[in-house]
């Protein structure tokens, strides 16, 4: 019985060995996507404070240039844990989103060619995230790329500025627009083609100034997210920033946000 005893226990500690090998090699990486007429130094402060909370000890940056080649700044060394990458794009003006996800799609392809991950986490600001849906949209079915694993969005607008977006739109229980705006259009195949099990944090600002937004983005642009990935992702949450720290471009360079990403992404 002694014998059988030990076994078993041997049995176990084997199994839970090759458990905590199998994940002690999948590490995810997460890529910082800009937005437009910006660039990696956006993302510096979301990733300064990834690597206080202590998630990964690695950085590194993608330059994609503007004839759209990616370039890896930095060393990213083969077993690296949960290592961060600030997208960069040197095209950041004269550029839309669907040119972004192309210089995206590079970026990722980079990465894979050399580090074979099989998931990654996506944090954009405002264009970045558009830039990140037609990514998904137009990618989410390759095997040869990494599966999303979660999301972050920092506001986005689905449905368009407020220069684009009627002031009446209103949304259903869905988050569904009344009327459709920006690249809404474009986004709706995602609800069948969105990356299924992928989590999904949609963080959006309201200055209180009346306009129910964080300066260029309505909140009912942002929240139209909900529709968009809802019938697929495993899960959707919303997280608002209210006052000025709400505005547009504090958005990632804002403590509450990087605790709520740090806490969603990494469980910190």
């Avoid at 590490?27 to 130094?41: A, D, E, K, M």
């Avoid at 689905?158 to 920006?182: F, I, R, Y």
């Avoid at 083609?193 to 100034?209: M, Q, R, S």
């Avoid at 300066?215 to 997280?239: D, I």
């Amino acid at each position: 019985m002694k014998k059988i005893l030990k076994i078993l226990l041997g049995l176990v500690a084997c199994l839970m060995f090759s458990m905590q090998t199998v994940q002690a090699k999948e590490n995810i990486p997460t890529l910082f996507v800009h937005g437009w007429g910006s660039s990696y130094r956006a993302e510096e402060h979301m990733v300064k404070a990834a690597l206080k909370a202590k998630v990964t000890k690695t950085v590194v940056r993608i330059d994609v240039d503007v004839y759209g080649q990616a370039h890896l700044v930095g060393n990213l060394p083969k077993n690296a844990k949960d290592p961060l990458v600030e997208i960069n794009f040197e095209n950041n003006k004269d550029v839309n989103a669907m040119m972004e996800a192309q210089y995206l799609k590079t970026a990722v392809e980079l990465l894979q060619t050399k580090y074979k991950f099989k998931k990654l986490n996506f944090v954009g600001h405002s264009m970045g995230n558009s830039a990140i849906l037609f990514y998904l949209r137009d990618n989410a079915g390759d095997p040869n790329l990494p599966k999303l694993n979660k999301q972050v969005a920092l506001a986005a607008f689905p449905n368009g500025l407020v220069d684009q977006m009627p002031a009446e739109v209103t949304l259903d229980q869905a988050g569904k627009p009344s009327v459709t705006a920006g690249d809404f259009e474009n986004f709706l195949v995602l609800r069948e083609t969105y990356p299924a099990g992928a989590k999904v944090l949609n963080i959006y600002g309201d200055v209180l100034d009346g306009s129910k937004s964080d300066g260029p983005v309505p909140v009912r642009s942002a929240q139209t997210l909900r529709y968009l990935v809802s019938p697929r992702a495993k899960s959707y949450q919303e997280k608002e920033i209210r006052g000025k720290m709400g505005q547009h471009s504090k958005l990632h360079n804002n403590s509450q946000v990087d605790r709520a990403l740090i806490k969603f992404l990494w469980g910190k």
